[in-house]
T-cell receptor, first 115, second 112 residues
Framework: EAAVTQSPRNKVTVTGGNVTLSCRQT?????MYWYRQDTGHGLRLIHY???????QIGDVPDGYKATRTTQEDFFLLLELASPSQTSLYFC??????????????FGAGTRLSVL | GDSVTQKQGQVTLSEDDFLFINCTYS??????LFWYVQYPGQGPQLLLK?????NKGISRGFEATYDKGTTSFHLQKASVQESDSAVYFC???????????FGQGTKLSIKP
Protein backbone atom coordinates (compact mmCIF):
# COMPACT_ATOMS: atom_id res chain seq x y z
CA GLU A 1 0.00 0.00 0.00
CA ALA A 2 1.33 3.41 -0.99
CA ALA A 3 2.32 5.65 1.89
CA VAL A 4 2.53 9.43 1.87
CA THR A 5 3.14 11.20 5.16
CA GLN A 6 2.65 14.91 5.70
CA SER A 7 3.79 17.04 8.60
CA PRO A 8 2.63 18.96 10.46
CA ARG A 9 -1.07 18.05 10.34
CA ASN A 10 -2.07 21.48 11.56
CA LYS A 11 -0.22 24.77 11.51
CA VAL A 12 -1.11 28.30 12.57
CA THR A 13 1.08 31.24 11.63
CA VAL A 14 0.81 35.00 11.31
CA THR A 15 0.84 37.16 8.21
CA GLY A 16 4.41 37.48 6.99
CA GLY A 17 5.50 34.33 8.74
CA ASN A 18 7.71 31.61 7.32
CA VAL A 19 6.20 28.13 6.94
CA THR A 20 7.55 24.83 5.64
CA LEU A 21 5.26 21.90 4.93
CA SER A 22 6.90 18.50 4.63
CA CYS A 23 5.99 15.41 2.66
CA ARG A 24 7.64 12.00 2.53
CA GLN A 25 6.66 9.06 0.36
CA THR A 26 7.95 5.53 0.75
CA UNK A 27 6.66 4.17 -2.56
CA UNK A 28 9.74 4.85 -4.69
CA UNK A 29 7.51 6.99 -6.88
CA UNK A 30 9.04 9.44 -9.31
CA UNK A 31 6.36 12.13 -9.22
CA MET A 32 5.34 14.20 -6.22
CA TYR A 33 2.76 16.97 -6.09
CA TRP A 34 1.53 19.74 -3.82
CA TYR A 35 -2.16 20.70 -4.04
CA ARG A 36 -4.30 23.09 -2.10
CA GLN A 37 -7.99 22.41 -1.49
CA ASP A 38 -10.48 25.22 -1.11
CA THR A 39 -14.27 25.10 -1.20
CA GLY A 40 -15.51 25.97 -4.67
CA HIS A 41 -12.11 25.47 -6.23
CA GLY A 42 -11.45 21.82 -5.66
CA LEU A 43 -7.84 20.68 -5.79
CA ARG A 44 -5.43 23.09 -7.41
CA LEU A 45 -1.86 22.17 -8.27
CA ILE A 46 0.82 24.38 -6.76
CA HIS A 47 4.10 22.66 -7.72
CA TYR A 48 5.23 19.20 -8.70
CA UNK A 49 8.40 17.27 -9.36
CA UNK A 50 9.45 14.22 -11.30
CA UNK A 51 12.64 13.54 -9.38
CA UNK A 52 15.19 14.80 -6.89
CA UNK A 53 16.31 18.31 -7.78
CA UNK A 54 13.51 18.78 -10.31
CA UNK A 55 10.69 21.30 -9.94
CA GLN A 56 7.74 22.01 -12.20
CA ILE A 57 5.43 24.98 -11.89
CA GLY A 58 1.79 24.14 -11.28
CA ASP A 59 -1.37 26.14 -11.85
CA VAL A 60 -1.35 28.35 -8.72
CA PRO A 61 2.37 28.83 -7.86
CA ASP A 62 2.38 32.46 -6.72
CA GLY A 63 3.62 32.87 -3.16
CA TYR A 64 4.97 29.32 -2.95
CA LYS A 65 8.34 27.71 -3.39
CA ALA A 66 9.05 24.01 -3.38
CA THR A 67 12.09 21.81 -3.20
CA ARG A 68 12.57 18.09 -3.85
CA THR A 69 15.65 17.09 -1.88
CA THR A 70 15.48 13.32 -2.43
CA GLN A 71 13.18 10.94 -4.21
CA GLU A 72 11.27 10.57 -0.94
CA ASP A 73 11.04 14.16 0.30
CA PHE A 74 9.19 17.15 -1.12
CA PHE A 75 8.80 20.45 0.74
CA LEU A 76 6.47 23.38 0.25
CA LEU A 77 7.73 26.77 1.45
CA LEU A 78 5.72 29.88 2.22
CA GLU A 79 8.28 32.58 2.92
CA LEU A 80 5.85 35.46 3.52
CA ALA A 81 2.57 33.84 4.43
CA SER A 82 -0.65 35.70 3.67
CA PRO A 83 -4.25 35.06 4.81
CA SER A 84 -5.13 34.01 1.25
CA GLN A 85 -2.89 30.98 1.77
CA THR A 86 -5.12 29.66 4.53
CA SER A 87 -6.10 26.31 3.10
CA LEU A 88 -5.91 22.53 3.31
CA TYR A 89 -2.73 21.31 1.63
CA PHE A 90 -2.24 17.86 0.18
CA CYS A 91 0.87 16.12 -0.99
CA UNK A 92 0.60 13.24 -3.44
CA UNK A 93 2.88 10.85 -5.26
CA UNK A 94 2.61 8.74 -8.38
CA UNK A 95 4.82 6.35 -10.25
CA UNK A 96 4.40 8.16 -13.55
CA UNK A 97 3.03 11.50 -14.66
CA UNK A 98 -0.16 12.30 -16.51
CA UNK A 99 -0.39 9.03 -18.39
CA UNK A 100 -3.17 6.52 -18.47
CA UNK A 101 -1.40 4.57 -15.75
CA UNK A 102 -1.30 7.45 -13.35
CA UNK A 103 -2.74 6.92 -9.88
CA UNK A 104 -2.13 9.58 -7.28
CA UNK A 105 -1.64 8.54 -3.67
CA PHE A 106 -2.45 11.35 -1.28
CA GLY A 107 -1.33 12.14 2.22
CA ALA A 108 -3.79 13.02 4.98
CA GLY A 109 -3.33 16.76 4.51
CA THR A 110 -2.02 19.77 6.42
CA ARG A 111 -4.46 22.42 7.55
CA LEU A 112 -2.76 25.83 7.51
CA SER A 113 -4.23 28.98 9.02
CA VAL A 114 -2.60 32.35 8.41
CA LEU A 115 -3.86 34.98 10.84
CA GLY B 1 -5.41 24.51 -21.83
CA ASP B 2 -7.00 21.41 -20.42
CA SER B 3 -9.83 21.93 -17.95
CA VAL B 4 -12.46 20.08 -15.92
CA THR B 5 -15.73 21.47 -14.57
CA GLN B 6 -18.11 20.12 -11.93
CA LYS B 7 -21.13 22.36 -11.48
CA GLN B 8 -22.82 20.39 -8.70
CA GLY B 9 -21.19 21.68 -5.54
CA GLN B 10 -23.40 19.69 -3.20
CA VAL B 11 -25.85 16.81 -3.57
CA THR B 12 -28.11 15.57 -0.77
CA LEU B 13 -29.85 12.21 -1.11
CA SER B 14 -31.57 9.62 1.03
CA GLU B 15 -30.35 6.05 1.39
CA ASP B 16 -31.17 3.86 -1.62
CA ASP B 17 -31.53 6.90 -3.91
CA PHE B 18 -29.89 6.98 -7.33
CA LEU B 19 -26.72 9.06 -7.62
CA PHE B 20 -25.68 10.99 -10.71
CA ILE B 21 -22.78 13.45 -10.73
CA ASN B 22 -21.75 15.13 -13.96
CA CYS B 23 -18.40 16.48 -15.08
CA THR B 24 -17.37 18.16 -18.33
CA TYR B 25 -13.87 18.35 -19.69
CA SER B 26 -11.81 20.07 -22.36
CA UNK B 27 -8.65 18.67 -23.88
CA UNK B 28 -6.87 18.54 -27.21
CA UNK B 29 -5.67 14.99 -26.64
CA UNK B 30 -7.32 11.62 -26.04
CA UNK B 31 -8.75 11.86 -22.52
CA UNK B 32 -8.07 9.61 -19.60
CA LEU B 33 -10.54 10.51 -16.88
CA PHE B 34 -10.67 9.63 -13.22
CA TRP B 35 -13.02 9.85 -10.27
CA TYR B 36 -11.40 10.35 -6.88
CA VAL B 37 -13.28 10.15 -3.57
CA GLN B 38 -12.39 11.96 -0.36
CA TYR B 39 -13.89 10.68 2.88
CA PRO B 40 -14.08 13.03 5.87
CA GLY B 41 -10.68 13.73 7.39
CA GLN B 42 -8.76 11.88 4.67
CA GLY B 43 -6.92 12.64 1.48
CA PRO B 44 -8.54 11.80 -1.88
CA GLN B 45 -8.20 8.26 -3.20
CA LEU B 46 -8.78 6.77 -6.61
CA LEU B 47 -12.29 5.45 -7.16
CA LEU B 48 -12.11 4.53 -10.84
CA LYS B 49 -10.58 5.35 -14.21
CA UNK B 50 -11.98 5.56 -17.71
CA UNK B 51 -9.99 5.69 -20.94
CA UNK B 52 -10.91 6.02 -24.58
CA UNK B 53 -10.23 2.31 -24.89
CA UNK B 54 -12.89 1.13 -22.48
CA ASN B 55 -15.33 4.08 -22.22
CA LYS B 56 -16.55 2.81 -18.86
CA GLY B 57 -15.21 2.11 -15.39
CA ILE B 58 -16.81 0.22 -12.51
CA SER B 59 -15.71 0.06 -8.89
CA ARG B 60 -17.37 -0.48 -5.51
CA GLY B 61 -20.84 -0.23 -7.03
CA PHE B 62 -20.04 3.02 -8.83
CA GLU B 63 -20.04 3.29 -12.59
CA ALA B 64 -18.53 6.01 -14.75
CA THR B 65 -18.87 6.56 -18.46
CA TYR B 66 -17.70 9.28 -20.75
CA ASP B 67 -19.28 10.78 -23.84
CA LYS B 68 -16.83 12.12 -26.37
CA GLY B 69 -19.57 13.93 -28.27
CA THR B 70 -20.61 16.08 -25.34
CA THR B 71 -17.18 15.90 -23.60
CA SER B 72 -18.94 14.87 -20.43
CA PHE B 73 -18.02 12.29 -17.84
CA HIS B 74 -20.48 11.19 -15.23
CA LEU B 75 -20.49 9.06 -12.11
CA GLN B 76 -23.51 7.07 -11.04
CA LYS B 77 -24.60 4.58 -8.44
CA ALA B 78 -27.90 2.79 -8.31
CA SER B 79 -28.44 2.86 -4.55
CA VAL B 80 -26.38 5.06 -2.25
CA GLN B 81 -25.62 4.29 1.37
CA GLU B 82 -24.70 6.54 4.26
CA SER B 83 -21.09 5.33 3.94
CA ASP B 84 -20.93 6.96 0.49
CA SER B 85 -20.98 10.41 2.09
CA ALA B 86 -17.84 12.05 0.74
CA VAL B 87 -16.51 14.58 -1.73
CA TYR B 88 -16.17 13.29 -5.30
CA PHE B 89 -13.68 14.80 -7.73
CA CYS B 90 -13.38 14.16 -11.42
CA UNK B 91 -9.92 14.56 -12.92
CA UNK B 92 -8.32 14.67 -16.36
CA UNK B 93 -4.83 13.39 -17.15
CA UNK B 94 -2.60 15.85 -18.98
CA UNK B 95 -0.10 13.72 -20.86
CA UNK B 96 2.17 16.49 -21.99
CA UNK B 97 2.74 18.03 -18.58
CA UNK B 98 2.57 14.90 -16.45
CA UNK B 99 -0.20 16.01 -14.12
CA UNK B 100 -3.84 15.58 -13.20
CA UNK B 101 -6.32 18.42 -13.42
CA PHE B 102 -9.14 18.20 -10.89
CA GLY B 103 -12.67 19.52 -10.93
CA GLN B 104 -14.19 21.60 -8.14
CA GLY B 105 -15.60 18.60 -6.28
CA THR B 106 -19.13 17.51 -5.39
CA LYS B 107 -20.01 16.94 -1.77
CA LEU B 108 -22.44 14.06 -1.34
CA SER B 109 -24.49 13.96 1.84
CA ILE B 110 -26.73 10.98 2.60
CA LYS B 111 -29.65 11.35 4.97
CA PRO B 112 -30.09 8.19 7.06
Amino acid sequence: EAAVTQSPRNKVTVTGGNVTLSCRQTNSHNYMYWYRQDTGHGLRLIHYSYGAGNLQIGDVPDGYKATRTTQEDFFLLLELASPSQTSLYFCASSETGGTSQNTLYFGAGTRLSVL
Amino acid sequence: GDSVTQKQGQVTLSEDDFLFINCTYSTTTYPTLFWYVQYPGQGPQLLLKVTTANNKGISRGFEATYDKGTTSFHLQKASVQESDSAVYFCALANYNQGKLIFGQGTKLSIKP
